[in-house]
């Protein structure tokens, strides 16, 4: 057994964020944890690996354990080798002690036993191929393999290839993956996969990606809340069983909650009239066997009392209702536009980085989309998606090519790494409320003349943040729920054309079936550039823009 969590609680200042977790991963298992964002799915990988102290309970652990956050961060002046060398440092040390023990040892009085252990580890890890393991990793993954590249040159999807290559080379007993589908091509998915099917320990992954539940886990932990108040294990693999199996569940609580809130209606009813018999105006005449019937009203009332502690003592609680995606109605057309003109017209794109690298350059290539138009953007990591995008929305200037757009068309973008400060970039951005941010946004757009104020959105009635959500600071939301306020930050002008580079990421797996739907009904234009396969196949009728 490699880990074993009972009981296990974790809170943050004010914050409950965790309760009842009760899980088992062993060589073979390949747990799979889902989740709304905000339910505490990384919070979770951290007390698995032992970074976060439990309020209560306790986690069990044996072996190794290596785990991939969703966002490494870069020090000043650390390199890819760096990185590379810290990670494989003890497989490293391992094979040199197991090379001198075996060099040093005596036939005639060495100690045999103490050698095989050390044999035996070396050989469960393979620890002399570490480095071969490691460039194999980077290169399937296309990271970066500059040793003396520094890390804070390079981007965040970038950087997580480079970590997560790292970690699947270390060959830990138990592997950690948070989101390990965000950066990832095709290729990069297929080795990925591949590698976590065949890992020799055990593997708990949170991820929102449909195809890879499908492909990698065999049981799904859920965090959502339960009718039990604990989170929920389906044992049986696959999404769709998943799915359904959580569904029937949903179903069971709720009808649980409308018979015992139907009972409790009809007890309190009984209760007002017991009461009603003991007012004086219910009471008989002199005469009548007063006091026998005061009697009886008691009686009443007291069994009703009973009744009603009774179900208070064995009612469930409301299921709170998840959050479900109210997309806005958005707009096709302003008046007086021409349904046949494009919103946005883009070609011969050419973009240019600041030291006179080319990211882009697409000659002789129109991208042109209309009022209610569809677009799906694909090709490999490097290809140029995000800056053809950014390019497309206005967002990045070009150095060769032209882009015209329909006058006073309001675009909502969502970027590949969001907009959303984590604390660091921003300080003063991040300490904001969400409503706070919300509201400095639309300001913004007014002074710009790019929002019209009978057509904002309110963020509150989008259904990707709660209220409560929405009054904390910015910096204490998790990734995923940062990622779903760059959403709101998209849709608060209500845009006639909205650009997504990979609107999946970090997202939960009911937040990414609701806005694939969306996608499909809404009237706005709509561009997409993901990896995310099932995203992919469900937006497959819609013309695509192959980058590969």
């Not at 060769?400 to 969502?414: A, K, P």
Request: hydrophobic share 40%; with cysteine.
């Amino acid at each position: 057994m490699h880990l074993v969590a009972t009981d296990l609680a974790f809170a943050y200042p004010g914050r409950p964020v965790l309760a009842g977790v009760d899980l088992r991963v062993s060589a073979g298992v390949r747990l799979g944890v889902v989740g709304e964002n905000g339910s505490g799915k990384s919070t979770l990988l951290h007390l698995l690996a032992g970074d976060l102290v439990p309020s209560s309970g306790e986690v069990r652990r044996t072996g190794s354990v290596g785990m991939v956050e969703q966002e490494l961060t870069a020090p000043p002046g650390v390199t890819v080798g760096d990185l590379v060398d810290a990670t494989l440092a003890d497989l490293r040390r391992l094979a040199a002690d197991l090379e001198a023990a075996a060099a040093a040892f005596d036939h005639e009085s060495g100690d045999l036993a103490e050698l095989s252990t050390l044999l035996s580890r070396a050989e469960h890890l393979a620890a002399w191929d570490a480095d071969r393991r490691v460039d194999e990793a980077l290169t399937r993954l296309g990271a970066v393999r500059d040793r003396d590249r520094a890390l804070e040159t390079l981007s965040v999807g970038q950087r997580y290839r480079v970590r997560l290559a790292c970690r699947l080379a270390e060959r830990a007993d138990l592997l950690l993956l948070d989101e390990p589908t965000n950066h990832l091509d095709d290729s990069g998915l297929d080795y990925l996969t591949e590698t976590v099917v065949g890992w020799h320990g055990g593997v708990v992954l949170v991820t929102h990606d449909r195809e890879l539940i499908d492909d990698v886990v065999t049981a799904v932990y859920d965090l959502d809340p339960s009718m039990d108040g604990v989170p929920v294990l389906y044992g049986q693999p696959g999404y769709l069983s998943y799915r359904f199996a959580k569904n029937q569940a949903l179903q069971r609580w709720k009808q649980r909650y409308r018979t015992e809130q139907q009972r409790a209606d009809e007890l309190a009813f009984r209760l007002d009239r017991s009461y009603e018999g003991l007012s004086d105006e219910w009471r008989p005449p002199k005469g009548s066997q007063k006091h026998r019937r005061g009697t009886r009203a008691r009686i009443h009332v007291k069994a009703a009392d009973r009744l009603v502690e009774k179900l208070k003592a064995e009612a469930v609680d409301v299921p709170p209702p998840p959050l479900e995606l109210a997309f806005p109605d958005l707009p096709a057309l302003s008046p007086g536009w021409d349904p046949a003109e494009p919103l946005v017209d883009l070609r011969s794109p050419r973009v240019e980085s600041p030291d006179g690298g080319v990211r882009l350059d697409l000659p002789g290539t129109r991208l042109a989309v209309p009022p209610s138009g569809r677009l799906l953007v694909v090709g490999p990591n490097g290809t140029g998606k995000s800056t053809l995008l950014g390019a497309f929305a206005g967002t990045l200037p070009l150095a060769r090519g032209t882009r015209t757009s329909s006058e006073g068309v309001r675009i909502g973008v969502v970027g590949q790494e969001g907009r959303v400060p984590d604390g660091g970039a921003d300080a003063r951005r991040s300490s904001e409320s969400g409503f706070d941010a919300y509201a400095a946004e639309a300001l913004a757009l007014l002074d710009r003349g790019e929002l019209d104020p009978e057509h904002l959105v309110p963020v509150a009635a989008l259904g990707l943040l709660t209220e409560e959500e929405l009054d904390r600071p910015l910096r204490e939301l998790s990734v995923g729920q940062r990622r779903r306020f760059d959403i709101a930050l998209a849709l608060l002008h209500a845009p006639h054309l909205l650009v997504l580079d990979e609107p999946t990421n970090h997202l939960s797996v009911d937040l990414v079936d609701a806005l694939t739907i969306a996608f499909e009904r809404t009237s706005a234009a709509v561009v997409v550039a993901t990896h995310d396969r099932r995203m992919r196949a469900d937006l497959a009728a819609w013309p695509v823009l192959d980058l590969g």
